[in-house]
């Protein structure tokens, strides 16, 4: 288990800032925002440190793909075996049925290295809402990984064969600039849908293998350049910019940053440089990259990787508070971990020399694969091992996973500028007094994934006030005249389904128009709305957006004739409604918690809406606002059920199941009567 003689403990250096910087963004620290580019960074090491060794025997003639799997095999899969399996008994212990169920497939998609394929088909991003409640989600940087070096050992086979040493880097930085321009593009015109792929990362990872090639094959000797002595002027200047490449984009970027792209290239030539200037052995940047503890965290980052990122997300399942104290020992709790896998796993397996291909194929990858697709599919098959709950439970868990979105189906989930049909899409009455269908609805329902959840309440209301409605709805999609979203795949579509609907509401019949959406997310979220005046992520010009965006939308309504109704938000939770109720009936007492959201804190989500509101009810007296907040709401606290029932969805602190909206439908009309007698005031 000794090292190898051309072991670099700066490199293991490199890795510990690579890790660290994970491991605090998502500890939620706020000193490095951007710390998500520690992935970045391992690729690039990942990049040069196996290229290397591949271009090494290569050259010698000694280069086997069998040789290189059994390696990855045993470097990789024991201690990721290891994770997914600890997640599975902590999930059966602590999650309900659709966690599990969520967990078992992405353990599914992680087995057979395809996990960035699947977060990137259920999410709309690395940095969407609910994401931190994945324990898996950090398996995709793994599958990007692997998928590259299923292709890669084979190309740089086939380059030394058949191109020049200069030939091979002139190839080699034109992949990496077409990777990274394609991520830019992609990045700035399609939002997320980038950040998951091996053609966005392949640039990263060829940053490095581009510098080992280099580091290989370059004319000047590490022996001449050590012989010829460094300019410490110079190598100071460039060893203080590779640390300010890494460390600038930590603390620049965030969430709401083009990423990847130009702004994943910064840290990547941050790290080559600091590998390049690290290979001489009293280079400047070893008095820090070899400190004993930087090493270490180094020698366990892979393991570190692994073991933070389940521990985060089932703490936030225990609903741990995430203060810094929790944090800080959370952190402590995963470098033990890492420590023991580290020591007891990765160690041993990893250095055992007498292992063949076939051994380690069989009995560490294929063996322990079918076992996990084998438990992950009998998870899936009953649908998170429902049956280890009480009906109670079972009962209500089909109710808040029973969402408008759902239920709607077409009305909601068509991607396109083309409105939904209309037939299926009606509220309310929508049959007449002889049982034909209803001619024409009188209302527009009309809005993002808001309006969609207000839809049982609308068809109860609807139903009681004699009143045809149609919906229309893109989730995501802000029903506000002239915006963009910019930071979701369907960004511009929403801007042209809404100028669709607009047609719409010019040429029809209808009266009245409702709209919803996610006001509050809009407003005090960082911003992520652009419009023709301002395309920057900002949260000050989305909140300009929005205010622009209502004043064209109200104005455009009324010039058309019609009456135009804003929908207010119900209260946004501090946690999961239906995810609390639940909890609390089947974890121990210790980690039961108060549901609901305090009075307080719901004045507080909604002072800027409120105000932005009174404002354009000041400058348009006809514009109408309904709110349903008085059914929920007391004195003292706004509750997650309603007449006994959960009324959120499940997983969600914002919208409402469909058995809840109906639900808050019949508690409007009790209160309120019939709709278009109560919209005014």
Sequence with gaps: MTQSSDYRPDIDGLRAIAVLLVVFYHAGFPLFPGGFIGVDIFFVLSGYLITGIVDREIEAGSFRLTRFYTRRIKRILPAFYCMVFACAMAGYAWLLPPEFLELAKSALAGTFFVSNLYFSDITEGYFAPGVDALPLLHSWSLSVEEQFYFVWPLGLLLFSKSLTSRQMRALLIGFLVASFAAAEIAGRNFGDGAYFAVWSRAGELLVGAVLAVHHRRAKISLAAETRRGPHLALEALATFAGFGLIFGPAWLLNAQSVFPGLNALWPCLGIALLIHLGRRPGALSHSLLHFPPMVFVGLISYPLYLWHWPVFVFARSLRIEPTLANQSALIALSLTFSTLSWWLIERPIRYRRAMSFRLAFLGIFVTPAIGFAAISLFIIQTDGWMDRFSPQIRRALQIAQAGPAEARGICHHLDAVRLPPEAPCLLGKTLKADGTPVDEPAALLWGDSIANHFSGFFDELGKASNLTLRDVTMGGCPPLLGTVRLERKKGRLCRQRNDEVLEYIKRSDINTVYIAGYWTSYLQQDGFLGDDLDMSLGTENSRRVVRDGFERTISAVHRAGKRLVIMRNVPVLDSDGPGCELKNAVHP?????????????????????????????????????????????????????????????????SHLNMAGSRALGRAYLDRHGPLERTTRG
């Excluded at 006809?622 to 969805?649: F, H, M, N, Q, W």
């Design 589 to 653: 007492a210790w980690a039961k918690r108060k549901c609901g959201l305090p009075i307080e804190r719901f004045h507080e989500n909604t002072a800027a809406v409120d105000d932005l509101l009174e404002g354009l009810r000041d400058r348009h007296p006809d514009l109408e606002i309904l709110g349903v907040s008085d059914l929920l709401c007391s004195d003292t606290l706004c509750a997650s059920r309603l007449d006994g029932i959960p009324i959120y969805k499940w997983g969600n602190r």
